[in-house]
């Protein structure tokens, strides 16, 4: 089992670990035993997770000698709002939680945003791990302490930072995991790869059959740099006041077109379209060599992710959305674009007429 440590505020109390590794269930018992941070213990989870792993972790962590429950609710970004919210805290009222007790999230980002929300504000905060089960919450979601729920004005817009107090990754959870939300895990691990690391572009680039393939190898390998480059990132900006923006590579677009689709396209191809949008824009405005757009749009297709927008999604209901973004700042869109390969930066004002032309030509 490999671990990284988070560093924050260089303040030791804010600072946690990150442990990666396969079957790793009983040291999660052990470490957080060790770690002593509660006397009791809620596994918050999803009702798909709960079926496939949540007995198993239950037992697992009752065989270590913790004292804990299992609380779980329907699964999906639907439920990801101030109801279920309010039903989990009930939940820990109706058995007891106080503030000696500490939250597990088991699952993948929509339980732990959730899990992590609650534990911001439960009884004015109580710690909580995450166990991530997806792809994409272990290489992203469940690293950087940003909780949230939705609400019905929009995604997200109720949350605070809050950081857990490890974070486990079982590759193990992989195996269940179905390819559209396999998917959604390795574009982020590809922008990892395109904003910050050129040697894991380069892995990526020769190893693409592996990685379709679902290699447990590789997949340990190029986790564990993606946790790093994350961890990297969030210990220069915990609150996303400046750098922590890189990482929105590829999800103006990305979260226009999916919200465009009616989520029918999900988050993964939708960000992964939006890569390659991002990236044909930074050639336009003449800041990114053609190479380095060719090798990014290549490597996206290697790994079966879509380049391409559906003829169905209208430009102008794209361009719409991209107006009314939350992340808009006065007039302009912020766009992350490229300068080159592992050289992103924020940039104020593209053109509408630039991104037009780009979503046009990247329909059918
Ligand atoms: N906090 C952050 O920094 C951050 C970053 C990115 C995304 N997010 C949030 O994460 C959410 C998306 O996360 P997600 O893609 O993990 O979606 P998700 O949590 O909805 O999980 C996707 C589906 O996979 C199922 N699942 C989970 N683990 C499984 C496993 N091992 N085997 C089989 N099925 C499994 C879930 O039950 C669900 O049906 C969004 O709400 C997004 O806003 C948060």
């Not at 895990?185 to 693409?208: H, N, P, R, W």
């Not at 992964?272 to 050639?283: D, E, H, L, P």
């Amino acid at each position: 089992m490999n671990k990284t440590k988070v560093n924050l505020d260089k303040k030791i109390s804010a600072s946690y670990e990150i442990f990666i590794g396969e079957d790793i269930l009983d040291r999660i018992g052990m470490i957080i035993t060790k770690n002593n941070c509660a006397s009791r213990y809620v596994i918050i989870t999803d009702s798909n997770v709960a079926i496939l792993h949540g007995e198993r972790l239950l037992t697992t962590l009752k065989e270590t000698g913790l004292k804990i429950d299992m609380i779980e609710f329907p699964a999906g970004e639907a439920s990801k709002n101030i109801d279920t919210t309010l039903d989990i805290i009930k939940k820990l009222i109706d058995i007891g939680i106080d503030r000696r007790s500490a939250l597990i999230a088991l699952g993948g980002g929509v339980v732990g945003d959730i899990v992590g929300f609650v534990a911001s504000t439960y009884m004015r905060g109580i710690p909580y791990y995450q166990i991530p089960t997806t792809l994409l919450a272990q290489v992203d979601s469940s690293i950087g302490g940003k909780t949230a729920i939705d609400l019905p004005e929009g995604k997200n817009l109720m949350g605070t930072f809050y950081q857990p107090k490890g974070v486990f990754i079982d590759l193990s959870f992989l195996k269940t995991l179905p390819s559209r939300e396999f998917n959604s895990g390795m574009a982020e691990i590809v922008k990892y790869g395109i904003i910050d690391d050129t040697e894991l572009f380069d892995l990526l680039e020769s190893k693409t059959k592996a990685i379709k393939d679902k290699d447990i190898t590789l997949l340990s390998t190029i986790i564990g740099k993606s946790c790093r480059i994350k961890k990297g990132i969030i210990e220069i900006d915990e609150k996303e006041t400046g750098l922590r923006r890189i990482l929105n590579f590829g999800h103006t677009i990305g979260h226009a077109i999916e919200a465009e689709s009616d989520y029918s396209i999900s988050h993964g191809d939708a960000v992964s379209i939006g890569m390659v949008a991002a990236t044909r824009i930074s050639q336009k405005l003449k800041y990114l060599p053609s190479e380095d757009r060719k090798r990014i749009e290549h490597l996206i297709k290697a790994t079966g992710l879509p380049c391409r927008i559906p003829i169905s999604i209208s430009t102008e209901g794209i361009l719409a959305r991209l107006k009314v973004d939350k992340k808009k700042e006065d007039d302009a869109n912020k766009f992350v674009l490229l300068k080159k390969l592992g050289m992103p930066f924020v940039n104020g004002g593209v053109p509408e007429e630039i991104a037009r032309e780009t979503i046009e030509e990247l329909k059918g």
